[in-house]
């Protein structure tokens, strides 16, 4: 056996090419499919979305060579003042047949390397490492190596040049590779021509290099992303870019056409990108607002490449996050860290950095230090100002609210725990006086009345079986600012247990467990934990009656929203006038909740002949009239909308111009004879 030969027999030489083709992932990215959470075009609604997309990473490259290289060549000739300029790209998908072709009105020299001896077409597109991009002062161009172009034809069963320089036009043809190097068969033709243009054709071979037969629909969607990023790019400047798209696909052709003015026009693509806020400077622009999954995200694109994050993106967040730390310390006492302001911001943003320095040839994330970008710039102390109101940053603030009220929870375990012994035996509470049903609680409604005086004439025509009363202090603690902790805390010379912990008790209500939640169904099932089944809220027919009620709601709203969200809550109207005329059997009474039903009626009836009762107070109510609210109540049931907090906010919040704005609304929570009462 020859040893040597054995061991010799292993070692390969490879030519540049026959490497690239062996191992593609060290240039081009992965061969595999890739599943991760895209941006499409949606043609329909023409804006874009976000889905779940299957491509192949290394496949989407070839494609941004391509497209990269007709972007270059419009920063060049505009940065140079270059005649003819780059107007307009054209690309043109077939996705049956796994080509696309990419065309812009520019055009490559048609003449011969002095040096190589090469004409300069075939140099660029058919040896690896040859191109312009490797000077150090390239500007800002996306290429980085010279590799790109050629890339794509060591993948390619067929890749075409066609360019003119308005004295000359090349045309040549390759195919595939032979004896280690890229394959052309056919000397390329020159002819004379007075047009100025490059297109360039790649028929990828999908199946020997992918092992798929076409571009997929996803793949597809991938690629008319990027061509709006690529008009994208071109805007800002008098005569925007402008990418004509034509898609092959089955037996669907599409069309579409696209050029943006501004980059604002770019974002506006977007969901709820109206409520961005940005600036622009010559060479970055961008635009902040609040990210729609609680995390990070970017879109970004760097000399038109979607670069979504590295050094750039750290460099502008850094800045805002620094201002926004500050405000919300100062502001608001809120101490948070840089990371968590940044998870809640959605950052569009568009740069021009001179000769970028990518961690791979995919480009995604951007390594060059911010002192090589190629110009300084400043966020303006106005528009870090403008962002202080920004979604996002309410966002962070709501979060750590979110994250306190949590806390609060675990510290109120103890009061949860003592209210859930109490269960349905019969309580000791101060002021509650306890229906004595045992078995079917959930029959049973809690009366909420104003003061001692209320109760009195409650106890009297009550059914002790099913009705409870709860009298309150006085008016009750506006909660909008209070913490959970902050309401069990006893107050100033009052005795016993608070109010809140006290009403909690009565109706067996607890921070950490929903009294009240949805089956498999959607049906609301009552806890048995909850001792009534049925609040009523009844106060006297003033302005701090309305006001108590109001004050009510609110508790349960931000505490214990799941009462009104299913109907349990309640608003008992009293009368504020009472008529009555005669005696006994022919004894006539009208009761009258509001002034407007009171006008309306005196106008169609001599008033004098009765005898007319002013009522407000709860107080001052017959037991017969108690019996008719107690047993024959007239309701408005308290229910749940999506401008609560809004209203809410704006009545027991510290925002004095909502309040001043809530006065002249149509909004309102019930009516009172002094108007609505909001």
């Known amino acids: 056996m020859n040893t040597k030969k054995d061991i010799t027999s292993k070692y390969k030489k490879l030519t540049d ?139 390619s069963s067929k890749f075409i040049v066609e360019t003119a320089d308005k004295k000359n036009i090349f045309y ?58 690529i008009a994208a790019s071109g805007c800002g400047i008098k005569d925007a870019l402008v990418v004509d798209l034509v898609v092959l696909q089955g037996g669907t052709r599409l069309f579409k056409s696209f050029s943006f003015k501004e980059f604002s026009d770019f974002k506006g693509l977007y969901d709820n990108a109206d409520k961005f806020v940005g600036e622009a400077h010559p060479r970055v622009k961008y635009e902040f607002g609040a990210s729609v999954s609680g995390a990070f995200e970017s879109i970004a694109l760097l000399n038109s490449i979607r670069t979504d994050y590295g050094t750039h993106v750290d460099d502008l967040i850094n800045r805002v996050t620094t201002h926004i730390r500050s405000y919300l310390d100062k502001k608001h006492k809120i101490d948070v860290k840089p990371a968590q302001i940044k998870n809640q911001i959605r950052l569009y943003s568009m740069w021009s950095i001179d000769a970028p320095q990518f961690s791979t040839q995919t480009k995604e994330i951007l390594i060059s230090k911010p002192r090589e970008f190629g110009f300084e710039y400043e966020v303006s102390p106005s528009f870090l100002k403008s962002l202080e109101k920004n979604n996002f940053v309410t966002n962070i603030i709501n979060e750590h ?52 005086s209320a109760g009195n004439g409650f106890r009297k025509v009550r059914d002790g079986r099913i009705h409870g009363l709860f009298k309150l202090r006085g008016k009750f603690t506006n909660v909008f600012y209070k913490s959970p902790s902050e309401l069990l805390v006893k107050k100033g010379k009052s005795k016993g247990e608070s109010e809140l912990l006290r009403l909690m008790k009565s109706l067996g209500l607890q921070f950490n467990k929903k009294a009240v939640t949805k089956d498999s169904n959607g049906k609301w099932v009552i806890s048995p934990s909850l001792r009534y089944g049925k609040i009523m809220i009844m106060t006297d027919a003033d302005v701090d009656g309305y006001s108590i009620g109001c004050q009510l709601i609110l508790l349960f709203k931000k505490f214990f929203p799941e009462i009104i969200d299913s109907g349990l809550l309640h608003i008992v109207k009293s009368p504020i006038i009472i008529a009555l005329q005669g005696k006994g059997k022919s004894k006539k009474k009208k009761e009258f909740y509001n002034l407007t039903d009171y006008d309306t009626w005196c106008s169609k009836n001599d008033s004098t002949k009765w005898t007319i009762q002013y009522t407000k107070g709860l107080g001052r109510l017959s037991d017969e009239d108690y019996d008719n609210i107690i047993h024959n109540p007239i309701l408005q ?15 027991f919040g510290k925002e004095s111009d909502l309040r001043k704005l809530l006065i002249q609304d149509e909004y309102t929570i019930f009516e009172s004879e002094y108007g609505k009462y909001y």
């Open 401 to 452: 609210k979110a994250k306190e009220h949590i806390k609060e929870l675990a510290k109120l375990k103890d009061v949860d725990k003592d209210i859930a012994n109490a269960g349905a035996k019969r309580l000791h509470v101060e002021k509650l006086i306890d229906a004595t049903e045992r078995k079917n609680r959930h029959d049973c409604t809690l009366f909420i009345v104003e003061g001692d």
């Open 17 to 155: 090419v026959e490497h690239v083709a062996m191992r593609p992932n060290i240039y081009i990215g992965s061969t595999e499919d890739k599943i991760e959470m895209s941006q499409y075009f949606d043609f329909d609604s023409n804006t874009i979305k976000e889905k779940e997309l299957t491509y192949i990473p290394g496949l989407m490259t070839l494609f941004n060579e391509l497209i990269n290289n007709s972007y270059d060549e419009f920063v060049r000739r505009k940065s140079e003042n270059t005649k003819p300029l780059v107007t307009k790209i054209k690309i043109h998908i077939d996705a049956n047949n796994s080509t696309f072709k990419v065309y812009d009105d520019g055009g490559i020299p048609v003449i011969e390397h002095k040096e190589y001896g090469e004409m300069l077409p075939s140099m660029l597109f058919g040896s690896l490492r040859s191109g312009s991009n490797y000077s150090d002062d390239r500007g800002a161009t996306s290429g980085v190596n010279g590799v790109g172009a050629s890339l794509v034809n060591i993948f």
């Open 637 to 651: 049931k308290v229910t749940s909308s999506d401008d609560d907090w809004k209203y809410l906010s704006g009545w």
């Open 172 to 229: 040549q043809e390759w195919d595939g590779i032979k004896d280690g190097k890229l394959n052309s068969e056919i000397k390329p033709t020159i002819k004379s021509t007075r047009k100025h243009f490059t297109e360039i054709t790649a028929q990828i071979d999908t199946m020997k290099h992918f092992k798929v037969s076409n571009f997929s629909d996803d793949m597809v969607s991938k690629m008319i992303m990027r061509c709006i990023e």
